[in-house]
């Protein structure tokens, strides 16, 4: 027997995700417009975001994070089964070209800066054509081997909380200075539901900013009711059938009517787990990767004290 050797456990790392363009529509509209460039232009949800992921750092310390991105806000995959997805957030339509979605004026010129920025700091930055940053998330988060962070205010992501896998969704309630903190426990307590029950939840209760119509006269409560019942989709549905399963004959009419929509539903609602991500480094930076770019872009966006406060939280 060997003597004077200390087996060292590696500590899992803690991976950290982003679900940018909410965290940036936050900044924007939580950080006055009159936070501009030198040349006038504003630059709030750039500085605004900086300073978000500085305290989530500080706060959280993660060992890798990653900045993930809507490659495709409305991927045709979902419209196809679903025409109204997300068809109220279309500002325009062309034969030649993409759906776009409406962005405020003075937000739009600053993703590129945000995306340059955070490409000169050396923060993974991941969106992937045909997918939305949710699925992107969904499957950092099924590849991850220890615990997650998931930093979004779409509560659609809820979905992917797993307290065996240490997987819980940091929701922003004021800036990111106060989160919530949503575990099992607290998807119980609100909704009565797990994580991999929220998804159905959200199927069956619909959410008319994404265009989902759900089932008529099931709300959130009922939804749940009928989680607690059948235990999920498929006994829900099967429960159509049985008489003496404990449906009300409303229920039972509307969830009938509903079958076409019930069976393509779960593949828009559900984040895809199966994207092909791109071989990134998802470790924290220490120090930029590009310091040439991003002092280049510090002055010409006008980025101080922001900036200068991520960049110390990183080196520490």
């Known amino acids: 027997m060997m003597r004077g050797v200390t087996q060292q456990t590696q500590q899992p790392r803690r991976t950290m995700l982003l ?44 060992d890798d994070l990653v900045a993930c991105m809507d490659a495709d806000w409305r991927p045709q995959w979902r419209v196809d089964l679903i025409p109204s997805y997300k068809a109220h957030r279309v500002a325009q339509e062309t034969e030649t070209g993409p759906d776009e979605e409406e962005v405020p004026d003075t937000l739009s010129p600053q993703v590129p800066v945000i995306e340059a920025v955070l490409d000169a700091l ?12 949710d699925d992107v998330i969904g499957t950092f988060t099924g590849r991850a081997s220890g615990p997650v962070d998931i930093v979004t205010g779409d509560r659609d992501l809820y979905q992917l909380v797993d307290d065996k896998r ?24 609100k909704y009565g539901v797990d994580g991999a029950g929220y998804a159905t939840l959200a199927l069956l209760r619909g959410d008319p900013s994404d265009g989902l119509p759900g089932v008529p006269g099931i709300g959130e409560k ?7 019942e059948f235990g999920d989709l498929a006994g829900i549905m099967a429960a159509i059938d049985d008489p003496k399963a404990k449906l009300t004959p409303s229920q039972r009419k509307r969830l009938d009517e509903s079958r076409p929509y019930v069976a393509v539903a779960p593949k828009v609602v559900r984040v895809a787990g199966d994207v092909p991500l791109p071989d990134v480094t998802t470790a924290l930076p220490h120090t ?8 280049e872009l510090a002055t010409r966006w006008g980025l101080g004290g922001s900036l200068a406060r991520l960049l110390t939280t990183l080196r520490r």
């Open 288 to 295: 930029p990767r590009d310091p040439a770019a991003l002092e």
């Open 222 to 228: 009922t939804a749940s009711k009928l989680l607690a």
């Open 166 to 189: 240490e997987v819980r969704v940091l929701y922003p309630l004021k800036g990111v200075g106060m989160l919530q903190i949503t575990d099992e426990a607290w998807l119980r307590e």
């Open 122 to 133: 050396g923060i993974a930055r991941v969106g992937v054509e045909g997918y939305e940053a």
């Open 19 to 62: 679900d940018t363009a909410s965290l940036y529509f936050r900044a924007y509209f939580g950080v006055p417009d009159s936070v501009r460039a030198p040349d006038g232009t504003p630059v709030n949800a750039v500085r605004g975001l900086l300073e978000f992921i500085d305290r989530l750092v500080k706060d959280h310390r993660p």
